[in-house]
Each structure stands twice: as C-alpha cells, then as structure tokens.
C-alpha cells in the first residue's frame, strides 16, 4: 500500500507544476468565497443594523475667524455631516458636501469668531443625529505655515536635538580616561538612559494612538513600529558584522546614533505638532530641560568608542544622525500632524531604542562575563534615575 | 458681491412666490412651496442675517415631513360635533400613533413618534362645557396613551394601570369627558420610559374656549420643543413647533394694531425650564389661560415642562421682531424666530 501511495504522489506532482500547487490553496478559498456569495450567505452584502458612525478629527487649524478640520472617517460606513454647532449655537460651514466614505477625509471650514484663551467644543450633526465632537482645550491661532516659521521648527529641533548630543558626545576625553569597569558603569548608564526612552516613547506612542484614527490600528502602530525598527537595525547591525567580522566600537557608535536619531525624529514630531497648536510655550526651562535630558543621549554614543580615536569628522556625523532628525520631526509634526503617523513614529523609535540596547549590552560583560553585576546594576538605575528627573523638566 | 439682506431676500421670493401662483391650477398651495424658493435664495446670497442657522441658510422639506410648522401654527382642529339628547354638543375626534421619519434639521432625519402623523399632534380645541370623544388607535410598535391635562375621571386620564391603561400596538380606546375647565391644556403620551414616549414626539396642545369666548384675535399656536438625536438624554435641536429656525427661515406674518394671541405650551423634555421672549413688545401674559385676568405685564416668561400660557399683545410698530427662548444656549440651537409687522 505505502510504495503505491508515493508513486501516485510522484505522478501527482510530475503532473502539476509547482507554481499551480502553491496557488492551490488561494483558489479554493476563491472557490469557497464564491459559493458562499452565491449562496447569498449571512453577512453578504448591506450590514445590518444602524450605521455605525466613527469619525475622527486628525487636526484642527485655527485662523481668525475660522476653525478648519481635517476628519477622517474610522468607520465601516459612509458618514454625511450635516450640521455644524459650536459652542451649543448652530453654525456655517464649508466641505463635506458629499458623504465621507470610509477611510476617506474631508476639511471643514467652520465659521466661529474664536477668542484666543478659550475653550471650543464643535459637534458635528450627522444625517442620522448622531454627533463628533471636538474640543479645542485653549483657541491659538495656527502659525502659518511659511518659510520663518519652518526656519523656528529647525531652530527648536536644533535646541532640542542637536546641540544637547553634542555637548553630550564633548565627554569623550573623560571617557578615555576612566579605567575599564568604570567604563563599564558609563554604559550602563547610557543603557539605563535608553531604557527609560523606551519606556516613555512607547507610552507617549500610546497616548497618540488613542488620539488618531483607529482604522489604522490604534495602539497596534507603535508596536509594528517598534517591530519593524528593531527588525530593520537588527538587519543593519548583522550586515555591518558581515562586512567588518565583529561590531567594531564605530559600527556600534553609528548603530547607537542611528537609533537615538530615529528616537529624536519622534520626539522632534511631538514638539512641532505641541508647538504648532499652542500646547507648548517655548522659555528657556524647557529649552535647558531638553538640553539637559538629551545631552545624556550624547554619551551614549561615545561611549562604545572610548577606545578608538575617530576622526572629528567623523563624530560630527554621529552627532548629526543623533541629533539632526529632530529637525525633521519638528517639520512633519508642524506641518502635517498626524496622531496614527506620529504613533508609529513613536513605536519606530523605541524599537529602535531596544535594539540599541541589544547591541550595547554585552559591552557590560564584566571579567567573568556577567552582565548584570553590581556596578552595571548601579549604573542602570543612576541611568533611569537621571531620566526621570530631567524629564520632569520637560512634560510637554 | 454685494450683500443680499434678508429684507431684500424676502421681497425676492415672494415675487417669485406671486409668479408660482399664477401657474397654479389647484387653487390651494403649502406654504413651504414658497419656503423652498427662499430657501433657493437664502443659499444663493450665503445670508443667515448675521444669527445662528442651519448650514447655507437651507430648511427641511416640509413636504416630506407632511406638515410645516408655518401650518401648525394657525391649525385649530374642532373635531366634529353632533348634538347630545340633552342638547349638549357632543366633539369627537379621532387620533391615531405612528412611528414617521422626520427631517427635523436640512439632512438630519430621525423617527419620530406621532399623532397623526405630526409633531405636535393635532391642536384639539372645543368650548367649555361640551363633552369630549377621542377615539385613539394604536397603529405603532409600542404601548401608547393620551393623557390629557384637565378635570376628568379617573379612568380616562390615560395612564397605565387605571381604565384602559396602556394601549397595546394595534389596539384602541375611546376617552370621553366633558371640556373643563376653560384655558390652555395639553396632552401627552404617558408610558414608561416617559421621557422618551414624550420626548419622540407623542404631545399637542388642548385648548378650552370660555363658555363666552375670548376677544378675536390672530390666533397662533406655539408648542416648544426639543429633540434629542443622539440619545444621549440631552436636546440637540430646539424650536417652536418642531423645526428649529423655521420663522427665522421665512417670519410669521401679522398685522399692525391688531391683536395677536399666542397659546404657548412648553413640552420640552430633559431640560428644567424652557422660555419665551418677544422683542420690542410686551404682552399680557395668562397662565394656564383659565383666567382672564393677565397675570403679569412682561416681555419674558418662564415655563418648566408641561406649564403653558396664552400671551396677547398688539404691535405698534411695523418691520420685523424676534421672538426666541431667552436661553441663548436653546435660541442658537434653533428656537428663535421673527414675526413680519405689515
């Protein structure tokens, strides 16, 4: 029985060519698809029940007179806004003239003579009675978005970023001079400080993707974010080590900028969107808080290079891949906010962390090869501790 | 381009309005045909005076609905009267509930709960004294009464659980009682949950003539309302009559020196009070309408659920003015209105 058996497979598959049987299963699928339509299977066709009326509003724009929204439609179905109040008063408005279909956005032009300080709750009348609101905590105009406005963002992504990694990258002379295990201790320091920016994009990913649009799955971004990044540097890193057998001090200094970069780049976001609706007042505490917090980002880089001597150039660059994509987060959250892309960005970024992480940690190994041991342990906590009490500076 | 002002967007439409009638065969037209060419007018000039309005200055369609609130307010229904053996006249009238999709905001529709088809039912009016048959039919999906405020008998107040009790989809009942006392009432659905029942619509008014009548008047009838589209037990719409700025979309039309006479009922659910202010003017106003004695001289009163009133005034002046809810919060959410003095 069992010899004619695999003869009539080896028949089976002489017969078939390969591509067809791996389309195989997709077809049947196909099949049972169409039978089930022709069936006129439950579920087929118009959804029962009343519509199901999701809306989310992904930016509001203030200029005199007016309070523009953007909104896309979360939902399954078509939603046509038929109504505007704001402020318990009915109201004119422009766009959305036809229904908005599903994953679609429409931009209202709302016409409300805003006083700058106060407090706006729009709702939006559906055809069914249903309503979206939204609040607008404290009324600011919208800066426009021109080119000395743009010229503000990279100036406050510079402050931000670029500056406190450079400052951070000047403790290298000190670094080369401590003995091993206290470099050791500067590492897990670095490790300590990465961990708590983990900690808190995540979280912050989190609070935005409970702001955007949930059709795009909501909290689910930031950790495909944080996936993807730790995948993307992981295939990174392992490449480098191809090419140069080992992760070398600088492959592993550029994979430490490049995460703390791509970190910055979601830090970047969230200052220019705060900034660009009057959430965040710009004064010198929050500029010497952010100095403060990210120049510790700066010794993370050096410090895997404590022994090698490179090249001043060469260190601009870490600085510049560190620093530099706060610029570039400024202008996106600035100029085109969007609470699920800024999620995903958040996750991107501490994914990105983590991976750093991974890469640093073995540099702990103390003499007999432990990680965790308890000057690392120490350094670790002066790390999430020195996290925590410069970021008190700078809860945007 | 140049400002269209209401003034102006008025005479515009009634000469379009004039030319309508010209072509017409029947000799009998709705008011909201003219509405809907002002409509037409109101969009083209953008205008919403300056006050709170729907989008583009449009209004519902009236025809759709079945009623206009313009028809409402001069809509008195006497039932029909035969004469009793004793020699009392004897009013009846018939009042079925249903359920009715309403546009109750320019492309915001929702089920309402009617009396015959309208919200507010029908204004039932009779004289002091007469005695009263209303047959009610049941043509809706839930349990429904009628609960007339006035002197009855126990069993014909419309309540579950005393005479007929509720009334079962499909089912009906005869409530019969004689017309007292005189003044300004009202009636309602009263089946539990009662907020809802009253709050979809299930209300009008009831008016009681004096044995020896009252002074001829321009007589109109305002029911203030609210509706609650979300159902969040809040009102999303407020108006008098039904379809909120509907008198601001197209003003109510009276004569200078002449009296006006308002019964005013207040039906609004989910919120404590509601009110109504009149502009330039004061009025004698009669609580309950069971005296004739005004009980105060005033442009403002104050009416919690199910109070009502009948206000009277004669304008001195001609042009036009406002008359709203004086919770600015219910008059920009749609109760506001003007009268035109010609």
Not at chain 2, 10 to 39: C, F, N, V
Not at chain 2, 189 to 214: M, N, Q, S
Request: hydrophobic residues 45%; contains cysteine.
């Amino acid at each position: 029985m069992e010899g004619r058996a695999a003869t009539a497979d080896e028949l089976h598959e002489r017969r078939l060519p390969g591509w067809l049987l791996g389309l195989l299963p997709l077809l049947l699928i196909a099949l049972a698809i169409g039978t089930f339509v022709a069936l006129d299977g439950p579920g087929i066709g118009e959804r029962r029940g009343p519509p199901a009326e999701e809306i989310a509003v992904e930016r509001a724009k203030l200029e005199p007179g007016v309070i523009e929204l953007t909104v896309r439609n979360d939902g399954p179905d078509a939603v046509s806004i038929a109504q505007a109040v704001v402020n318990d008063a009915f109201t004119q408005f422009s766009g959305a003239e036809q229904p908005i279909g599903r994953l679609e956005t429409a931009t209202l032009r709302i016409e409300q003579p805003w006083i700058e300080g106060e407090a706006y709750e729009i709702a939006l009348l559906t055809s069914t009675g249903g309503t979206i609101t939204h609040e607008i905590p404290v009324a600011v105009a919208t800066p426009p978005n021109d080119l000395s406005f743009f010229g503000l963002m990279a100036l406050l992504g510079i402050y931000v970023g670029v500056i406190p990694v450079a400052l951070g990258m000047l403790w290298l002379p000190w670094i080369r001079r401590i003995p091993p295990a206290w470099l050791r201790v500067v590492l897990a320091l670095t490790v300590g400080l990465l961990a708590f920016l983990a900690i808190d994009a995540t979280l912050e990913g989190f609070e935005l993707a409970g702001e955007g649009s949930q059709a795009f799955g909501g909290a689910a971004l930031v950790l495909l974010g944080g996936v993807v990044a730790f995948l993307l540097l992981t295939g990174v890193s392992e490449w480098l080590r191809e090419r140069q057998s080992g992760a070398s001090g600088t492959s592993l200094a550029m994979l430490v900028a490049t995460g703390i970069g791509l970190h910055n780049l979601g830090e970047g976001v969230a200052i220019g969107s705060a900034y660009s609706v009057g959430a965040l007042a710009l004064g010198a505490f929050l500029v010497v808080g952010f100095a403060l917090h990210n120049t510790t980002e700066g010794l993370a880089i050096v410090a895997p290079i404590a022994n090698l001597k490179p090249r001043p150039a060469r260190l601009a660059l870490l600085g510049l891949i560190a620093g530099a994509p706060a610029v570039l987060g400024a202008w996106i959250g600035a100029a085109a906010f969007n609470a699920s892309l800024a999620a995903f960005l958040f996750g991107f970024g501490a994914g990105a962390i983590v991976q750093v992480i991974v890469q640093l940690s073995p540099s702990l190994r103390d003499d007999t090869g432990r990680v965790l041991h308890p000057r690392t342990v120490g350094g670790l906590l002066a790390g999430l501790t020195l996290m925590f009490a410069t970021g008190l500076l700078v809860s945007v | 381009m140049a400002e269209l002002t209401r003034r102006r967007l008025l005479a515009g439409s009634g000469a379009l309005a004039g030319a309508g009638l010209l072509h017409q065969t029947i000799p009998h037209s709705h008011p909201w045909e003219h509405e809907a060419k002002a409509a037409e007018h109101a969009h083209a000039g953008g205008s919403d005076g300056g006050h709170a309005a729907f989008r583009g200055g449009e209004t519902v369609d009236h025809a759709a609905n079945g009623f206009s609130p313009h028809e409402l307010l001069r809509d008195f229904d006497w039932g029909t009267t035969t004469r009793l053996a004793s020699g009392r006249v004897l009013r009846e009238w018939e009042l079925h509930a249903v359920e009715k999709e309403i546009e109750i905001a320019p492309g915001v529709k929702i089920e309402g709960w009617t009396y015959n088809q309208r919200i507010p039912g029908p204004t039932l009016r009779c004289r002091e004294g007469e005695r009263l048959r209303i047959a009610f039919r049941n043509a809706s999906h839930h349990p429904h009464t009628i609960h007339f405020h006035g002197i009855h008998p126990a069993e014909m107040d419309g309540v579950p659980g005393v005479g007929a009790g509720q009334i079962e989809p499909g089912q009906s009942t005869v409530y019969e009682f004689d017309a007292l006392p005189a003044g300004l009432h009202l009636y309602h659905c009263h089946v539990r949950p009662l907020a809802e029942h009253i709050a979809k619509g299930l209300y009008g008014a009831f008016i009681v003539d004096p044995a020896d009548g009252r002074e001829d008047a321009d007589e109109l009838v305002m029911v203030m309302n609210g509706f609650d589209t979300n159902f969040d037990r809040a009102n999303e719409l407020y108006a008098a009559n039904t379809i909120p700025f509907a008198y601001m979309h197209e003003p109510i039309t009276v004569k200078r020196d002449e009296l006006v006479r308002i019964y005013l009922v207040n039906v609004l659910e989910y919120d404590l009070i509601n009110s109504f202010h009149l502009h330039g003017n004061l009025f004698h106003y009669f609580p309950t309408g069971t005296s004739k004695t005004p009980s105060e001289f005033t442009d403002t009163v104050m009416l919690c659920q199910g109070q009502r009133g009948i206000a009277e005034w004669k304008f001195p002046y001609a042009g036009r003015f406002m008359f709203h809810a004086h919770q600015s919060e219910f008059t920009e959410l749609g109760w506001q209105g003007f009268f035109e003095v010609t």
